[in-house]
């Protein structure tokens, strides 16, 4: 269960503030003596009636008693995590406390009160968010070169070079850096290709398993090796090229004849467009790399890609194109339509990729495309 560690909405994170602004007041006015404690339930703070048995890391909570005056109390756990007690605070004895983002070794399931007369203890599970992988950087990174994985909560799962490895199908390298939303790591030598790639933490023996596939080849439409459109003018087939990546591929660089109405790739049938993806094409995208040194500026600039010469085709817009680096591959994933035509509805017209780019000619002309392949959201 994903969670982003934030206050989970308004009303909570005002009825913190209001105990807050009560803190100082009620240290005065309980006057810190010290004596037994009893416990009677944990409450969020948008919801001071309802008794909860869970909450989430990074959540705030009230935990209802008597005696409990932060001056009364020495000590705070959960499992075996230890609260700051100068982030806890008091109104009424109640306290007001944040679940700590940080894993326990020892898992309990309670939360623990200490003082001079002994521990107090209350049954609390606390629910972790899921170690959870959102992307590669670029699916056909070399092997032998440094691959980039998106994801979530690598810094509580400690995902870095001491305890964690990313597994491609059996073949693990350890991460050589790590943050809390990425991480880089070697992709090897041997790596097989079309595979699902891995991260794991040794620490907390958890895994997560990312989107996409390393190399994928399942749904290819066009490759530019074994794969071409019917013109190759724009295909680059130079073994030496620096842009190449994984084979060849089709740049625009602003040396092409330049017309209004501009085909980059023409008039193809492959015929492996399946019914369900023709049926169901809001269930699909088209996934590529893609390398650019272009500002995409709106309404100047769309490719037209054609399924069928009769029906209109998907446009991929400026917005469609979430480049996050300039001038590297990188793997975007661009929206995959099925226009109908009144004249030829059936599936078996729907078989050619032909792409039309439509562009100011005031903007520079610099992009190159690579292994056009079909894919289900969120595979």
């Not at 209802?64 to 705070?76: F, M, P």
């Not at 756990?77 to 406390?97: A, C, F, H, P, R």
């Not at 989107?211 to 190759?232: A, H, Q």
């Not at 390398?291 to 446009?315: G, H, V």
Request: net charge negative; with cysteine.
């Amino acid at each position: 269960m994903k969670k982003i560690i934030l206050f989970r909405n308004i009303c909570a994170g005002a009825l913190l503030l209001f105990a807050l602004s009560f803190a100082a007041c009620s240290d005065k006015d309980e006057g810190g003596s010290s004596g037994p404690i009893t416990l009677s339930s944990i409450t969020t703070i948008a919801d001071m009636n309802t008794p909860i048995s869970q909450a989430a890391m990074g959540d705030f909570i009230a935990v209802h008693g008597t005696g409990l005056d932060v001056r009364n109390i020495d000590s705070i756990y959960i499992n075996d995590i230890k609260l700051d007690l100068g982030e806890v605070y008091t109104e009424n004895s109640i306290l007001y406390l944040m679940i700590p983002v940080k894993l326990p070794l020892v898992e309990s399931n309670k939360i623990y009160i200490y003082n001079k007369t002994g521990v107090h203890e209350f049954a609390l599970i606390v629910v972790p968010p899921n170690l959870s992988l959102e992307r590669m950087f670029n699916e056909y990174t070399m092997p032998g070169d440094t691959i980039m994985i998106y994801g979530y909560y690598f810094d509580l799962y400690e995902i870095n070079p001491e305890n964690g490895v990313v597994d491609f199908n059996g073949k693990t390298s350890p991460v050589i850096a790590s943050a809390d939303r990425y991480l880089l790591a070697k992709v090897p030598v041997d790596v097989d290709k079309n595979i699902r790639v891995k991260v794991r933490s040794i620490k907390y023996d958890t895994e997560a398993v990312c989107p996409g596939y390393y190399y994928d080849n399942r749904e290819m439409i066009l490759d530019f090796d074994t794969k071409l459109p019917s013109n190759t003018n724009l295909i680059v087939t130079d073994p030496t090229d620096k842009m190449r990546l994984s084979g060849n591929f089709l740049r625009l660089d602003g040396t092409e004849e330049w017309g209004g109405w501009w085909y980059i790739c023409d008039g193809v049938y492959y015929g492996n467009f399946t019914e369900d993806q023709l049926d169901h094409w809001n269930d699909y995208v088209i996934k590529c790399e893609f390398r650019t040194s272009n500002q995409f500026i709106a309404d100047k600039i769309r490719f037209c890609t054609y399924l069928f010469w009769d029906a209109e085709p998907m446009y991929w817009v400026a917005s469609d194109f979430n480049v996050q680096n300039f001038d590297r591959w990188e793997t975007i994933q661009l929206p995959f339509t099925r226009n109908y035509s009144a004249t030829y509805p059936q599936n078996q017209h729907y078989q050619s990729f032909s792409i039309r780019l439509e562009i100011d000619p005031s903007i520079a002309r610099n992009f190159a495309f690579d292994n056009f392949r079909i894919c289900k959201k969120g595979d």
